[in-house]
């Protein structure tokens, strides 16, 4: 896959990009916030990132692996989703990266594959 120039901004569809390969399916996405040191002063922003099995931290904004431990110092996790779980949503939600709501997941849960 193309690595695109311009990740900032784009951190949801870019960590659902990185759930859609297939080698992603003991990886985990989730949705959370982190205090980014891009602004003056630092401030929480909203974040998508992915947790990788052998507890790295892939964020997919910066195009960088980081340790667990460094990266929970300062994010707080709002949900995770397994590959399934992240296809599923963003397809009944129209191709729609993220964040997603209550009704957005429990929406795409209550679905069956092949059902409107």
Known sequence: MKSPRKREGRCYELALRVMLNPEAETWTLVHGSVVSLSYDPPSRISHAWIELPDGRIYDPASDRYEAAEK???HAIIDQR??????CRIFTVTGCHCG????????????????QA
Do not use: H, K, M
Request: proline share 4%.
């Open 99 to 114: 964040p997603w709501t209550d009704a957005e997941r429990a929406d795409a849960a209550s679905r069956q594959w092949g």
């Open 81 to 86: 989703y397994s590959r399934v779980e992240a």
């Open 71 to 73: 990266w929970q110092a």
